[in-house]
């Protein structure tokens, strides 16, 4: 029996590509071009898996479609191989991070070659390597020189345990996510970037991508534009304002208290000794949570009177100030004005201390809740009285302009991006300290490297790694001689990834960190596919460094990634549980209210039991105990290790072949959805690859079966062919891949039932299932008698002609009513008065006409035939 064994073809077909290196990417700049990419993986020891590839596999599948069309195809891969696990493995181990990083690289690059993607392997970058990190450097040095890279006293998110600054995602409840370590709040001196200075744009340019648009609005947010005022507020007794932006400054006469982010630097100024106590410990309290947590609309509301007031510029009342941690330092001014009357936030802070609320917009009779936010007429706000919201605000602004107590104003919650980490593994500043101030070294001194240390930890007054590495920092100012100081922080795992699409453009390119030719013609990305979890700040980031790299000349277009799309994520295989009461299983919608001691306590009437999958069905859209009607829990979870359901693709292909893989990740549903890992679907492609091996190779000699023929294709063969072609192109094209392979089974259906098969259909099938199968499609088409691959064999054009159909059937009415079905030949179907002479003669149409009179014919091409009779 020679049958269909993937261990026998994928391997070989991969040696293949690799040797002839099938998948370089083309430098002749005449054809159209495609770029598509992936977001690159940050290789971790843990390697795969089978959630990985499904983004992988979607971008392999255009790649390989688009070469068949004619187009040059840039498909790279990288790695993204800076970061925090690295350095706390080598905490642990004292492993170099570097020895730890390459061996996990080379596990990733053999587990993604043995998917057999046709990526540019010449083209492979790594953001720990100096010829790639010397440019990260470089790109630094034309934001420094800008002017749009500082240093500044930053409040951060410290762990002392990891010794390093935390981004607001990598703490979770005043924890690292690494580890579980305490987070603290804290100000150290930091390397900023002015991202701010591109909020406008990063907005706009948004308009012009074809991005979904849940994940545009997601960068909106994150953006967050507000049009409002700035109000300064007089401080009694003190020589000091407090400026404050709101979106409503029509409500400023309900502005019955002030709150101040507890960082604020009036604080401790304006604090009377009284309170002193109080405001210390507050702000103790406030520095172990969060920006994210701070911010949660449903905490309780906390805070602390500084015993000072303000006083509020519309109508000269004094008003107490207080501190609260939901208000950031980092957001607006760091201050607000606070009108209950007209914010659910300022409702519950003010009944909390027994603060005074007074409305500034008249809700309707009818209102009965707190808070009033919606429209209506001003009240109690003096000269505003009687205005819709839209007039009081001008009114208010220009009073406010003429007072000089304020201005018209745009804000935005984007923050500029804290640039520094207190780690090793991360890359160096290409910057010195002299006599107290940072300069830039010259570009002719990059690439900073980082020097061998024997240590990864901080040192023990808080000073990064880089610190203990004495002989590097200590250095000299190539420009003057004078003594100086390296800088010991090392920029985030951002950094690398802000640029490396570009990097993958000319790797080997020395002048810059793109050949500027190159990147004329590849740019922008046509299509980039990655997980929704770098839907804000990786593209965010990305975007920005690309408008100072347009600004300054290096990039022609101005935004990175004409079109994104999101892959779901995989989950584990479905879990079911099932309720049975005695050894009755009864419906788990009968126990969904009962207390956990009523469900699998000893002597309990009722018990929760796992089934496996073999005991459930599937009905509808619910799962059923096999063989009933009883209903139970169907639920898949996130892979996790500690769940045990991670699935390792090596385990899958050893088993199935990576064709299978590659199918049944693409079959499962839409590229864009969250889908349950299943095995039994593996199978079933499995299966579905066995038949297409049958279809055209004979068991028994294992070479091309009899039935594949040198002859003419009639109609039997040409239609399903066609309808696949044309349904797998349109399918592709659309990012459909689950339905394209659906279109691949029909075809293979129909053409099981074939006594022949012509060999150019055979072909043109192969070539169509290629994209998706690269190894078994490769392995025939060399069987059906070609010595090339057939990654460059031309697209099969689909022909509507073959999808005419011989015969029309117009179903034939009486007034209205269907009395019969007339087959016409397809060449006679538009004429008009063959049809009806036909239908006119059909025997249960025709006793119709022979007892009443005709009064009208009907006679829609193509359609309908209706005859009306009185």
């Known amino acids: 029996m020679h049958s269909y064994k993937p261990e026998n073809i994928e391997k070989k077909w991969q040696d293949y590509w690799l040797e002839n290196k099938t998948f370089k990417t083309p430098t002749d700049t005449s054809k159209p071009k495609y770029y598509v990419l992936d977001m690159f ?31 040059n195809v840039l498909h790279p891969i990288g790695w993204d191989a800076f970061g925090l696990p690295a350095e706390q493995y080598a905490v642990k181990t004292g492993t170099h991070p570097r020895i730890t990083t390459e061996k996990n690289v080379n596990k990733f690059r053999e587990q993604l070659q043995a998917i057999g993607f046709s990526y540019d392997w010449d083209r492979e970058v790594n953001t720990t390597d100096p010829d790639y990190y010397k440019w990260t450097q470089w790109i630094f040095l034309q934001l420094y020189k800008k002017g749009l890279a500082y240093e500044d006293e930053v409040a951060v998110n410290w762990c002392p345990e990891l010794g390093t600054v935390l981004a607001n995602e990598e703490v979770v409840d005043g924890k690292s996510e690494v580890g579980g370590y305490p987070v603290v709040r804290k100000p150290m001196r930091q390397w900023v970037l002015k991202i701010t200075e591109y909020a406008e744009e990063l907005l706009q340019d948004l308009e012009d991508l074809d991005w979904p648009e849940s994940l545009k609005e997601m960068q909106r947010n994150w953006i967050g534009k507000s049009i409002g005022a700035e109000v300064d507020f007089e401080i009694s007794g003190y020589d000091e304002k407090l400026r404050v932006f709101t979106t409503r400054p029509d409500t400023i006469f309900g502005a019955t208290y002030m709150v101040l982010a507890p960082e604020h630097h009036l604080v401790d100024k304006i604090t009377t000794d009284e309170q002193k106590e109080a405001i210390e410990n507050y702000k103790e309290e406030a520095a172990k949570k969060s920006d994210l947590e701070r911010q949660e609309l449903n905490k309780d509301k906390t805070g602390a009177f500084t015993g000072a007031y303000a006083v509020n510029p519309a109508n000269g009342k004094e008003i107490p100030i207080w501190i609260a941690d939901y208000v950031l330092a980092s957001y607006g001014t760091g201050a607000i004005m606070a009108v209950p009357g007209q914010d659910e936030r300022d409702w519950e802070f003010a009944e909390k201390f027994d ?16 808070a009033y936010t919606g429209e209506g007429p001003a009240i109690n706000s003096e000269f505003l009285n009687g205005l819709k919201i839209k007039d009081a605000k001008k009114k208010i602004i220009l009073w406010l302009e003429g007072k000089a107590a304020g201005k018209k104003s745009v804000n935005y919650k984007l923050r500029d991006w804290l640039f520094s980490r207190q780690r090793y593994w991360g890359e160096p500043f290409p910057i010195i300290h002299v006599d107290g101030e940072h300069k830039a070294l010259p570009e002719s001194e990059l690439p900073v490297t980082l020097p061998e240390v024997d240590k990864y930890q901080p040192t023990g007054d808080g000073e990064p790694p880089l610190a203990n590495a004495t002989d590097w920092v200590h250095t000299t100012d190539p420009e003057t001689g004078k003594p100086a100081k390296r800088e010991t922080n090392t920029m985030p795992q951002w950094a690398g990834s802000c640029w490396y699409y570009l990097r993958y453009i000319s790797p080997e390119f020395d002048g810059g960190p793109v050949d500027p030719d190159y990147e004329k013609y590849w740019m922008p990305v046509d299509l980039y596919v990655g997980g929704a979890e770098h839907a804000v700040l990786h593209l965010l980031y990305a975007r920005f460094w690309h408008k100072v790299l347009y600004d300054i000349g290096v990039v022609s277009t101005k935004e990175p990634f004409q079109k994104l799309v999101n892959q779901g994520m995989i989950l584990g295989e479905m879990e079911f549980t099932g309720y049975k009461k005695g050894d009755e299983w009864i419906d788990y919608k009968s126990v969904e209210n009962l207390s956990d001691k009523e469900i699998g306590g000893p002597g309990v009437f009722t018990t929760k039991e796992k089934l496996r999958d073999d005991q459930v069905e599937k009905k509808g859209n619910d799962f059923v105990v096999k063989g009933t009607n009883i209903k139970v829990e169907a639920r898949a979870h996130k892979m996790s290790k500690s769940r045990g359901n991670v699935i390792n693709p090596d385990n899958v292909i050893a088993q199935y072949g990576a064709d299978s893989l590659r199918l049944y990740e693409m079959f499962m549903g839409p590229l864009e959805q969250v889908k349950p890992w299943s095995t039994k679907g593996v199978e079933g492609v499995n299966r579905f690859l066995n038949r297409v091996w049958r279809l055209l190779v004979d068991d028994d000699s294992g070479e091309i079966s009899d ?27 659309s990012l459909r891949f689950n339905t394209a392979i659906s279109a691949l089974m029909i075809f293979v259906n129909d053409a099981n039932n074939w006594k022949e098969i ?26 059906l008698g070609h010595e090339n691959t057939l990654a460059y064999e031309e697209w099969p054009e689909f022909n509507e002609e073959y999808l005419k159909a011989d015969e029309i059937m117009y179903p034939i009415q009486v007034n209205g009513k269907v009395r019969g079905e007339l087959y016409v030949d397809a060449d006679k179907a538009k004429d008009k008065e063959y049809v009806l002479g036909l239908a006119k003669e059909e025997e249960n149409v025709a006793k119709y006409l022979e007892e009443g009179n005709l009064v009208k014919e009907i006679f829609v091409p193509g359609r309908i035939v209706n005859l009306v009779v009185k």
């Open 707 to 733: 039935k594949v023929k040198e002859m003419e294709a009639t109609k039997e063969h040409l239609k399903p062919l066609h309808e696949a072609i044309k349904k797998v192109t349109e399918d592709i094209e």
């Open 41 to 71: 993986p940050y290789p971790s020891g843990a390697g795969l898996h089978v959630g990985h590839p499904e983004g992988y596999t979607a971008t392999d599948i255009i790649s390989r479609y688009k070469r068949m069309n004619g187009f």
């Open 758 to 783: 012509p060999l150019s259909v055979a072909k043109e099938f192969v070539q169509i299932l290629n994209p998706f199968a690269p190894h078994i499609t490769e392995e025939l088409w060399s069987m």
């Open 355 to 370: 603060l005074e609320i007074i409305r500034t917009v008249e809700p309707p009779e009818d209102f009965d809740g707190k």
